[in-house]
């Protein structure tokens, strides 16, 4: 719906997938793009400009979870002459409706919540009007951009379940978040259903529920600590995709946000230790468990590590 000349305005701590597209696919046709923290609006009224067609927000971010306003950047987006695009892929529509809150495009990866069991890969565009529904229907039909029937079925299935799956997601997840902000090896927890999250007024004000996604750093920021722990688990499964009934984890400096280069990423809150969890419908206490046994290895491989590293010296 763009053209040479356009800017996109577009929320810093993107998905991987999107930097991508963004980076190496649009702006060699001259859409230029530049990435803000939209947790504060001002920011974006900063940063917008008379050339900026499409404001692009993740709400809540992967995988730092941050939440921004989505009726005040509607607000700016709008005053501006231009659209809102929210991703709503890990609220759900179960949690949070962007276009009642004056989005008027809302996208979904369908691989995620909505289909629920780990099974498809799809993805979807809700439009506000008629008139934006027809333009990305012409797009879709243009570009073969067409979902199987069998997958198309697949996302029916998931959708009539997604109220039950995705409240039982947000309990297990609240009390996983909980768990890791009293560990001791755990630096920093996101979780927007935490009181301490930032922006967290603002999360329980348009969605209902924190969600099933949590992320956490460690007080040893390094990608060995990190990998040693998402290596170490048993009922969380190494796995860049989330939203399915089974816990994955995954390593997102090395695998869902590796395309981003450092400086940008780290800046993003995106550190070398950060770990993000998609908690499932397993057992809370046996997911607990699984996390806590991951966590002790690591004091363990530390300890040896200083051992190895003493006795060479």
């Keep these: 719906m763009l053209q040479s000349g356009d800017e996109i305005l577009a929320v810093d701590d993107i998905y991987g997938g999107a930097f991508r597209l963004f980076t190496h696919i ?9 990435y803000v923290d939209t947790t504060n609006a001002e920011n974006v009224a900063a940063a917008i400009t008379p050339k900026t067609k499409l404001v692009w927000l993740e709400t809540p971010t992967n995988p730092t ?24 892929t890990f609220a759900s529509p179960a949690l949070q409706l962007p276009i009642l809150l004056g989005a008027d495009l809302v996208v979904h990866s369908a691989t995620k919540y909505l289909g629920g069991h780990s ?7 809700v ?23 069998h997958d198309s079925w697949l996302v029916i299935r998931g959708v ?105 990423r780290q800046a993003a809150g ?16 046996d997911l607990i468990a699984d996390i806590s046994e991951a966590l002790d290895t690591l004091d363990s491989w530390q300890l040896e590590t200083v051992a190895l590293t003493s006795s060479f010296a």
């Excluded at 099974?119 to 565009?125: E, P, Q």
């Excluded at 550190?271 to 206490?285: K, N, P, Q």
């Design 26 to 34: 649009y702006q060699k046709f001259g859409i230029t793009v530049t």
């Design 65 to 88: 979870l941050k939440i921004s306003d989505i009726k005040a950047i509607a607000k700016i987006a709008h005053d501006n002459g231009s659209l809102l695009c929210v991703d709503n």
């Design 119 to 125: 099974d498809l890969v799809a993805g979807l565009v």
């Design 127 to 149: 439009t506000k009007t008629k008139e934006l529904g027809d333009q990305i229907k012409f797009i879709q039909n243009a570009s073969g951009a067409i979902l199987s029937p």
């Design 160 to 264: 009539e379940t997604l109220h039950l799956r995705v409240a039982e997601h947000s309990r297990n997840a609240l009390a996983v978040a909980k768990y890791l902000q009293q560990h001791p090896a755990v630096d920093k927890v996101y979780y927007p259903g935490l009181t301490a999250h930032l922006n967290h007024k603002i999360a329980i004000a348009q969605q209902k529920t924190g969600g099933g996604v949590v992320s956490f750093t460690l007080k040893d920021d390094t990608a060995e600590a990190a990998k040693k722990v998402v290596c170490s688990t048993q009922l969380f499964k190494l796995a860049e995709s989330l939203g399915g009934v089974k816990s994955l984890l995954c390593h997102p400096a090395t695998m869902t946000h590796k395309s981003i280069p450092t400086e940008k």
């Design 270 to 285: 995106v550190t070398d230790s950060l770990i993000r969890l998609s908690v499932g419908l397993e057992d809370v206490e």
